[in-house]
């Protein structure tokens, strides 16, 4: 157990922090121009403008080919599916015998994503965001993603920003976007919440600037980790630890396994396309061994294959996503299935959960007492009131009680 997860890099955030703090500090105060600036110093673009034009969007559609729109829209109407279908209730009453109250969930008005274009483009996550925030309510919502080279957006994610709903699209990448989001510049609005994922220096900037605005989550390396008996198709495992391994040289890649024979065959086909510094075969003594360390490990992506798969589910307790049997690829829940791939990673599943509809809105309670209601709990909270020395706390129900 101690060697898988010591296979979790430890980030000495505190450093990265103080390295983003000058980035942040300088969007902070001069906006645009150090948003610029940094463009220039980290990306090598000068741009001209930040805010992605309507020109740029409706261009990017003529460069997307028909086959790859098409497959957008499979993928945004089974993500607005799943999304609308496991949306919270927008209102809950509860009528007790003398009163009423409840809870009334609101969206996040303004939301900031941050959609990455470093290593690789993901027009998905654009897709994974947009969406469930806009099921949400959320009426202004905002993107920044890195520009390339020539100082363009990649024009499949500007079409799948589009399709999501995006109010506005801004060319700013790394700490200075985040920045840039949270406290607003010439160009670019600040927000109240900025979610998606990012490397190492967005996660510290999110960090940073938590204290001013809400976050998702921190985020770390992608990872996954498989649960198989002998049932298990040791081809399909090979390849699912090699699509999380091919994201990052630091992501990581687990399989826990009560078969010698599917640890060998797995092991076997994955080393055919390279050797993997986080990837990791165990052989255990039983699945609810296996159980036990995924729960310690809460890993971003659990695939579990074995028989009778269904009935492990309710053992389940830290994960991100869960992919159940043979045919539930982790590449599905990334791109097409419907849920959402902006999962905790780094064993945050242990106090968070995946993006969703409810990470868009917040709540607020509300209650309407009757006369009885008071004469049946106002000594309590006289008595509490002062205990705590808060004598008008007491009085102001004195009132009410006729006292």
């Known amino acids: 157990m ?28 001069e906006g645009d121009k150090a948003v610029i600036k940094f463009t220039k110093e980290f990306d090598g673009v000068e741009l001209r403008e930040i805010k992605v034009g309507e020109d740029e969007i409706d261009a990017a559609y003529d460069e997307v080919s028909d086959d790859l729109i098409d497959a957008l829209e499979v993928a945004k109407e089974n993500i607005e599916r799943f ?13 007790f015998e ?5 809870k009334i ?43 390339d080279s020539d100082g363009k957006i990649g024009p499949l994610t500007l079409v799948a920003l589009d399709m999501a709903g995006f109010d506005a699209v801004y060319k700013a990448g790394g700490a200075q976007a985040i920045a840039a989001m949270a406290y607003g510049t010439e160009s670019i609005p600040k927000v109240y919440k900025i979610v998606g994922p990012g490397n190492i220096f967005v996660t510290a900037a999110k960090l940073l600037v938590a204290k001013d605005v809400a976050i998702d989550m921190p985020a770390g390396p992608s990872e996954i980790m498989v649960i198989a008996d002998n049932t298990a198709n040791a081809e399909f495992i090979a390849y699912d630890c090699l699509a999380q391994l091919e994201h990052d040289p630091m992501a990581v890649a687990v399989v826990l396994t009560t078969s010698k024979d599917l640890a060998e065959r797995v092991r076997e086909l994955v ?12 052989v255990v003594e039983s699945i609810e061994k296996a159980i036990e360390i995924s729960n310690e490990f809460a890993p971003e992506h659990l695939t579990i294959a074995v028989e009778n798969v269904e009935e492990l589910l309710s053992k389940i307790r830290n994960a991100g996503s869960v992919f159940l049997g043979n045919y539930s690829p982790v590449a599905a829940g990334d791109y097409a299935s419907g849920t959402n791939h902006v999962l905790p990673t780094a064993g945050f599943a242990r106090m968070f959960g995946g993006l969703s509809v409810e990470s868009f809105m ?41 006292r």
């Open 362 to 402: 917040k709540h607020f309670t509300f209650q309407m007492l009757s006369e009885e209601t008071m004469n049946r709990i106002g000594d309590a909270i006289i008595k509490i009131a002062e205990a705590e020395g808060l004598r008008f706390h007491a009085e102001s129900v004195r009132r009410r009680l006729g």
């Open 271 to 282: 080393e055919k396309h390279g050797s993997f510094e986080n990837f990791r075969i165990a």
């Open 105 to 147: 969930y609101t969206p996040i008005e303004k939301v900031g994503a941050y959609v990455p274009g470093g290593r690789a483009s993901y027009p998905s996550t654009a897709l994974m965001i947009g969406i469930p925030a806009k099921i949400a309510g959320v009426e202004k919502l905002i993107a920044c993603t890195p520009p």
């Open 98 to 102: 003398d009163c009423l109250m409840g």
């Open 83 to 95: 999304h609308y279908v496991t949306a919270i209730e927008r209102e809950m009453r509860i009528q």
């Open 2 to 29: 101690n060697e898988i997860l010591s296979l979790r890099r430890e980030f000495k955030i505190d450093d990265y922090i103080e390295k983003v703090k000058p980035v942040v500090d300088a969007v902070r105060k």
